[in-house]
């Protein structure tokens, strides 16, 4: 389990909940309802929870199959852009199918706690 000091990636937060939490603590603090430094926790704990959530309920499994349109590696992170991708799930009784998707893949240790 990670502890307070322990930080955390921040990609959740460009998904559809995290923007919807960053716009209402935005507001909240447009009112001075909030202060920014509340915000900044409140974003801190979104990114834990999220992170730990995933690792501890999903257990979920599924491959993947594609065309390979570019990757980069860049401080420690991978990026792979892929085309044409069929997703199926471990049962096999859900295929999905994108014309495009982006992967994000970073270290489970963040480089600034190394």
Not at 7 to 31: K, P, W
Not at 42 to 65: C, P, W
Not at 77 to 105: C, P, R, Y
Request: include cysteine; hydrophobic fraction near 40%.
């Amino acid at each position: 389990m990670a502890t307070n000091s322990t930080s955390f990636y921040d990609l959740y937060r460009h998904g559809s909940l995290g923007v919807s939490l960053t716009d209402a603590l935005d507001d909240l603090i447009s009112a001075e309802r909030i202060d920014p430094q509340l915000a900044i926790k409140v974003l801190n704990q979104f990114d834990r929870i999220v992170a730990e959530s995933l690792q501890e309920k999903v257990k979920s499994r599924l491959t993947f199959k594609g065309s390979l349109d570019t990757y980069r590696f860049c401080d420690e992170v991978w990026t792979f852009l892929i085309k044409n991708v069929t997703f199926k799930m471990e049962n096999g009784a859900h295929t999905v199918q994108a014309d495009k998707v982006k992967i994000v893949s970073c270290s489970a240790k963040r480089t600034d706690e190394k």
